[in-house]
């Protein structure tokens, strides 16, 4: 009789133990990265590649019955030196016949540039093949890829840098500077497929802020 019992147990607990459910194990999801992929090798030679055309607009412009002003940036002359590539950086406000829309702003040197592989050489406009060459001879003005630094008072206030895939390279009071009563910084932002996506502060014509649509 004992036996039985012991048998109709065990039976009524292998029925158990099949019936309970079998423990899911728990399947990780990668979520979707919204990150852009940092700035790489060869950042800059969108700024060199020839009939490149970026129109940015003010965003500084009232409703949307005002006349927007245009900033509209061509690669020009296009050539090599040695193992770079040289090209002008055309800079036209609006319909102007003058390309130089720069020149009386903080902006500096962005009417030539040269890219290696070492990085990008800013120009003054009217260095000649032969003075381009003896510039190629020294550091780049800036690294590729492009690396991010901070103003300081031995850096003149000069500045880098990176949000996703953008750069943007800018000069401001260095610190420790007197406090600014004006617009006393100016930057440049670049992106690797899009070119200048935006210009701003004491680097364009009015001192305001050029953004591309859909940088903004």
């Known amino acids: 009789m004992r036996a039985a019992w ?3 147990l065990v039976a009524v607990v292998g029925v158990q133990a099949a019936a309970a459910p079998k423990k899911k194990k728990k399947v990780e999801v990668s979520k979707p990265s919204n990150q852009k992929a940092l700035p790489g090798k060869g950042f800059w030679r969108i700024l060199v590649q020839p009939g490149k055309k970026w129109v940015l607009e003010d965003t500084y412009a009232g409703d949307a019955h005002e006349h927007v002003d245009t900033l509209t940036v061509q690669t020009k002359g ?3 030196v040695g193992n770079a590539v040289v090209a002008h950086l ?3 406000l609006g319909d102007s016949d ?3 829309a720069l020149v009386a702003t903080h902006a500096g040197l962005l ?3 040269a890219v290696t592989d070492a990085g990008i050489y800013l120009l003054p406009d009217d260095a000649d093949d032969a003075r381009i060459a003896e510039v190629l001879k020294g550091k780049p003005s800036r690294s590729d890829p492009p690396k991010p630094y901070k103003a300081t008072k031995l850096n003149e206030g000069r500045f880098l840098t990176i949000e ?3 750069v943007c390279m800018g000069q401001g009071p260095p610190p420790g500077a007197e406090p600014c009563e004006d617009t006393c910084e100016g930057q440049v932002c670049i992106s690797a497929t899009d070119g200048v ?3 701003d502060g004491n680097w364009t014509p009015g001192w305001t802020h ?3 649509r859909g940088y903004r």
């Open 6 to 8: 012991i048998a109709v």
């Open 78 to 80: 296009v050539h090599t």
């Open 90 to 92: 055309w800079w036209t």
């Open 98 to 100: 003058d390309h130089h």
């Open 111 to 113: 009417n030539q540039v």
């Open 164 to 166: 996703g895939d953008i």
């Open 197 to 199: 996506v935006s210009l």
């Open 210 to 212: 050029f953004a591309a």
